[in-house]
């Protein structure tokens, strides 16, 4: 069983930074592959980005890449989600998830952390 707990979340303005946490309760953690997820009001979870477990290799969707990166570090447990040059259309609640067979399959979940970009 793993526990993730977002953190970071706040209210910027555009062009601003910044960077969000997920900490992960649970032995495994570093063998997981981990992922973010973000969901504005009204609009379906979208994938943002992920990072593989052994080599830390990243993938993020294309309305992000460029501006946020994933990164992690397996000693405190934790993932974490830069995002540099915000704009209002990334307003969501950002969920971190953890994906303990890297098949892009997440069974564990956070619950979520606000952030808010105003223009």
């Known amino acids: 069983q793993v526990q993730l707990v977002e953190s970071g979340g706040g209210l910027v303005q555009a062009r601003d930074s910044l960077r969000l946490s997920c900490a992960a309760s649970?032995?495994?953690?570093?063998?997981?592959?981990m992922g973010w997820f973000r969901q504005a009001p009204g609009k379906e979870r979208q994938f943002v980005g992920s990072?593989?477990?052994?080599?830390?290799?990243?993938t993020y969707a294309d309305s992000v890449k460029g501006r946020f990166t994933i990164s992690r570090d397996n000693a405190k447990n934790t993932v974490y989600l830069q995002m540099n040059s915000l704009k209002p259309e990334d307003t969501a609640v950002y969920y971190c998830?953890?994906?303990?067979?890297?098949?892009?399959?997440?069974?564990?979940w956070g619950r979520g952390t606000q952030v808010t970009v105003s223009s």
């Open positions: 990072i593989t477990w052994s080599t830390s290799r990243t």
């Open positions: 649970g032995r495994t953690f570093n063998t997981y592959a």
């Open positions: 998830a953890a994906d303990p067979r890297s098949n892009h399959v997440f069974d564990y």
